[in-house]
C-alpha cells in the first residue's frame, strides 16, 4: 500500500543542438507565440540541457524530453527517446566513402 501521488511529468519536443559535454546534451524547444497587440506570429526558442546516460543522441536528432529530479545545477530534464534520426550525419557519411 504506497500512498505514494502519481506525479505526470512534462514531455516536451525538441532539436538536439550541441553533444560536447558527456551525458548531456542541449535540447532547442521551439514554441510558436502571438504578439499581444499586433497579433503576428513569432518563433521563441528555449535552451535547456538534458541528460543522455548513453552518450547516443547527436547534433540534429529529434528527441522528447521529461522532467527529472535535479541531476547538476543545470539539469532538471532527461531524453526519453528519438523521434528522427538526423539526417545530416547521413550525408557527411556518404561524402567520407566516397
Not at 511529468?9 to 558527456?22: C, I
Not at 502571438?34 to 538534458?50: D, F, G, Q, W
Not at 547538476?72 to 556518404?94: F, G, P, T
Amino acid at each position: 500500500m504506497d500512498n505514494k501521488k502519481e506525479i505526470k511529468k512534462r514531455r516536451l519536443t525538441g532539436e538536439v543542438v550541441s553533444d560536447k559535454m558527456q551525458k548531456t546534451r542541449v535540447v532547442a524547444i521551439v514554441t510558436t507565440k502571438r504578439h499581444p497587440v499586433y497579433e503576428k506570429l513569432y518563433k521563441s526558442t528555449t535552451k535547456i540541457k538534458a541528460h543522455d546516460e548513453n552518450n547516443q543522441y547527436k547534433i540534429g536528432d529529434v528527441v522528447i524530453i521529461q522532467e527529472t529530479r535535479p541531476l547538476s545545477k543545470d539539469k532538471r530534464w532527461e531524453i526519453v527517446e528519438l523521434v528522427k534520426k538526423a539526417k545530416v550525419a547521413e550525408k557527411i557519411d556518404a561524402e567520407v566513402i566516397e
